[in-house]
Nanobody, 122 residues
């Protein structure tokens, strides 16, 4: 079992940057692919980015390509989401999730964190 805890959210002006972190418990973190999702008020949750077991394979939603970067440090049991050039449309609750099956948007994520709020002001 994996427990996930996100941090790093906050209020930022448009054009700014934030780095989200997701710390995982347990000694099996490196077995899991990881993903970041987000949910804006009144909208469905959407996939943002995913990363494979070793960190060499990544996947991004079109809306964040070139602006967001997902990475992981298996020694620290942590996955990151570096978010640059933020816009108000990026305002959402951001969640990390773990999957044994892959790093795509429909990879069967079994474990989820509680989320961290990101607000981008115009």
């Amino acid at each position: 079992q994996v427990q996930l805890a996100e941090s790093g959210g906050g209020l930022v002006q448009a054009g700014g940057s934030l780095r989200l972190s997701c710390a995982a418990s347990g000694r099996t973190f490196s077995r899991y692919c990881m993903g970041w999702f987000r949910q804006a008020p009144g909208q469905e949750r959407e996939f943002v980015a995913g990363i494979g077991w070793s960190g060499t394979s990544t996947n991004y939603a079109d809306s964040v390509k070139g602006r967001f970067t997902i990475s992981r440090d298996n020694a620290k049991n942590t996955v990151y989401l570096q978010m640059n050039s933020l816009s108000p449309e990026d305002t959402a609750d951001y969640y990390c999730a773990a999957s044994l099956n892959g790093w795509g948007p429909r990879s069967g994520y079994s474990y989820w964190g509680q989320g961290t709020q990101v607000t981008v002001s115009s």
